[in-house]
């Protein structure tokens, strides 16, 4: 089954979205606050057209080689200004969960490994914070006790893979959980779920702990995911998860009109 395959393969996977308040702190030219580290909305725009730059000069040099021209919209990359918030704020909780847990993080995923699986090119400054990312949240991911989680949860991780096409839709929860390696208790094999879970807890925890609120324009904040499928990775929001149970129908929100997807993609 292609779900098994995803899943017994999966590298890291982060679970969550923050939606915070402005706990006292607010500003239009800010895009979030953690803490005491600011990202304004400047520094937002910054890698994004940084990404959106290189990206369309990588289309343009791949069409010159076949002397076609690029329409405008093969040359916008799919990566959002809410990406790039997305991506601060999340390698700043992990870097203050793994500074309290006193954990390790090894510099093992470099830019040029994620340039074909992100569509974009290693030099950004963008695929970079992935690679910072990907291994914070791995080495999170290893420590972070796990316990058993909801049908909900299961099928709300589940739902967000399946919105990307990297796997079958229309399982059951049974079949699911099989594919995730989640049915048979806290020894079975896999813990995917139970891990993402773990990770996103943290993250909101930590969030609120350090005060952290986000321009309403950001609102809310998705925690990156990445799973591999053993041939290629996946890259997807997930709903976030409290004690609760899953808060359905949440993933990154949609892009300004002014930022349409391209299907174009260097080394695609």
Do not use: H
């Amino acid at each position: 089954m292609r779900a098994r395959r995803l899943i017994a393969a999966a590298s890291v996977a982060a679970l969550g979205v923050l939606s915070l308040a402005a706990c006292g702190k607010a500003a239009p030219d800010v895009a979030a606050y953690v803490g005491d580290a600011e990202y304004s909305v400047d520094r937002v725009n910054e890698i994004y057209d940084e990404a959106q730059a290189k990206y369309a000069d990588a289309i343009r040099a791949q069409a010159g080689q076949g002397g076609a021209t690029p329409s405008p919209e093969q040359l916008r990359s799919t990566v959002t200004r809410q990406d790039v918030l997305n991506l601060l704020v999340s390698i700043e909780l992990g870097k203050r969960v793994v500074a309290e847990q006193g954990v390790t993080v090894a510099d093992e995923v470099k830019p040029e490994q994620l340039e074909q699986q992100l569509q974009m090119p290693a030099s950004t400054e963008y695929v970079r914070l992935w690679g910072e990312w990907v291994d914070i949240s791995g080495a999170l991911g290893a420590k972070l006790p796990t316990a058993e989680v909801s049908d909900d949860a299961v099928m709300a991780v589940y739902q967000a893979i399946a919105k990307t096409g990297a796997i079958q839709p229309g399982l059951t929860v049974a079949q699911v959980r099989q594919a995730f390696g989640e049915s048979g208790g806290p020894g079975s094999q896999g813990g995917f779920v139970r891990a993402a879970t773990a990770l996103s807890n943290a993250l909101q925890q930590e969030a609120e702990k350090a005060g952290a609120s986000i321009n309403p324009r950001f609102r809310p904040v998705g925690v990156p995911s990445v799973v591999s499928t053993g041939q290629s990775l996946v890259f997807y929001s997930l709903p976030y998860v409290d004690e609760n149970g899953p808060v359905t129908d949440i993933s990154t929100p949609q892009a300004p009109a002014a930022e349409p997807s391209g299907p174009a993609a260097p080394g695609a």
